[in-house]
């Protein structure tokens, strides 16, 4: 694996998918006008921006100086699992069953890129360089935005059903 390509490749990929989320988001105004809808839109945002810095500091540690993205990923992941749990809670209030499982998903992953950052002894006893381990993790965690995206697009961010 080409750890410096991958890692290129999928943070291009992740500012893109934030800015095509900004874009969306720009054409319909109105998911800001309410707390509870901004707090989701937020979500989303977070949920492609938060890999996407990931992968940069990954850039630029790569595997001569590990202790670069170790850090920033142990530090992004701990905003990501914060945020996400916050997210959760409303998700499990409202009785969203899928966002729910989908956010208790992305929240243990980013605590599983924590660890790994601060244990990367871990990923060998999958067979797995650590930085490998963390980009099979945030593949998950954007796997799991876009279907947060797809919910978010085909349930929520709906006009409610005129009668």
């Not at 998918?17 to 989303?44: D, F, I, K, S, T």
């Not at 977070?46 to 990954?58: R, W």
């Not at 790569?62 to 809670?89: D, K, M, S």
């Not at 998700?91 to 950052?117: C, E, K, N, P, S």
Request: charged content about 10%; some cysteine.
């Amino acid at each position: 694996m080409d750890v410096s390509t991958f890692y290129a490749l999928f943070s291009a990929t992740c500012f893109t998918l934030v800015g095509l989320w900004w874009n969306v988001v720009q054409n319909h105004p109105e998911w800001m006008r309410e707390p509870a809808l901004r707090r989701v839109v937020g979500g989303v945002y977070l949920s492609f921006l938060l890999p996407a810095l990931m992968g940069l500091f990954a850039q630029v540690g790569g595997t001569e100086q590990p202790h670069i993205w170790r850090v920033a990923f142990i530090a992004l992941a701990v905003v990501g699992c914060v945020c996400t749990l916050r997210l959760l809670t409303r998700a499990g209030a409202r009785g969203d069953h899928f966002v729910t499982w989908q956010q208790a998903g992305a929240a243990l992953l980013y605590l599983l890129i924590a660890v790994v950052g601060a244990f990367p002894e871990l990923a060998g006893h999958i067979g797995l360089r650590p930085i490998q381990a963390e980009a099979l993790m945030l593949i998950a965690l954007i796997i799991l935005g876009h279907a947060l995206v797809w919910r978010f697009m085909a349930g929520e961010g709906r006009p409610a059903e005129q009668p």
